[in-house]
């Protein structure tokens, strides 16, 4: 169990430990309040937790014996010293907690109000509020495509599912499975025009989007520049020209090794990703540019280009 703490946009936990109110009695002692912050800084044996706080050493016996009763000290190790055993002793945890009522439900914790502010509509009270549409794997479209993009996703809903409370139907489908009806809802799409036919659908309506030519490019409508490299993606989000009541998140890339950077970028700068466009953070525009750090032949960080 941990103890959270929310404190200028960053969140900090410290594990922690429910501690009986019987045993409430124990801290009414300045004592005890001393033995504790020691062993909160080192295990010590009583005899020389004693001789630190200049206490008479039965004294602190005693208590250590109710702190462990209590469950707020642990034993660590034995060691013998001057031909006696010394029992050491640590707090079992770094907090401590009483309880005056029942725990209730809560909400899961965001770090900035911009990502909650990103990730609507498509997560509402703590359920996803959309239909995530990957492409198919199997030859499909004018270029008789196989996607390769749909188990990147796998990463992508795991995110998501970070900020749900429960998952009550499926919720993923294939581009060759998605009905009108499908369309009409909340949409993220993953993958680029090719092996996404939805997303083929929705590109000419993106302010960053898939030009097609000779080879394919990511070209941006806010800075007019082209991204030919194959490890280019963009994170979108746009109202839905299906429903203009609903919202279209796509995550895609030219090539596989786009929509992989893409995801990356959601997980690793998800922040950065909720600010919005460099050139105009009101729009939900990123492209981004994967990076092979490691050498593995798989991309895994990202630089974002605008």
Known sequence: MFIVKKNKNQIFSIPAAEIELRHLKHFNSEL??????????????????????????????????????????????????????????????????????????????????????FLSPFISNGQLNSIIITGSPEPHGPSKARSRDGYYGIDLALFLGTFLDFVPRLNVKLDTEATETDLKQNLILIGGPIVNKVTQQINPALPVFFERGETTAIRSKLTGNTYPEDEMGLIVKVNSPFNPSKSVLVVAGKRHAGTRAAIVGI????????????????????????????????????????
């Open 32 to 117: 005890v309040l001393k033995i504790i912050k020691k062993l909160a800084q080192q295990e010590l044996y009583p005899k020389a937790l004693a001789i630190e706080l200049g206490e008479h050493e039965q004294k602190v016996y005693y208590h250590i014996r109710n702190l462990e009763k209590a469950g707020i000290v642990v034993p660590t190790k034995t060691e013998r010293i001057k031909g006696s055993q010394a029992k050491y002793y640590t707090l079992a945890k770094k907090g401590f907690f009483f309880r005056f009522g029942e725990f209730e439900q809560a909400p899961k914790l965001l770090k900035h109000k911009a990502e909650l502010s």
């Open 267 to 306: 997980l690793k700068h998800f922040e950065d990703v909720a600010k919005g466009n460099k050139q105009n953070p009101q729009i939900m525009a990123k492209v981004v540019e994967g990076f092979d750090l490691d050498s593995d032949g798989i991309v895994d960080d990202v630089e974002f280009k605008e």
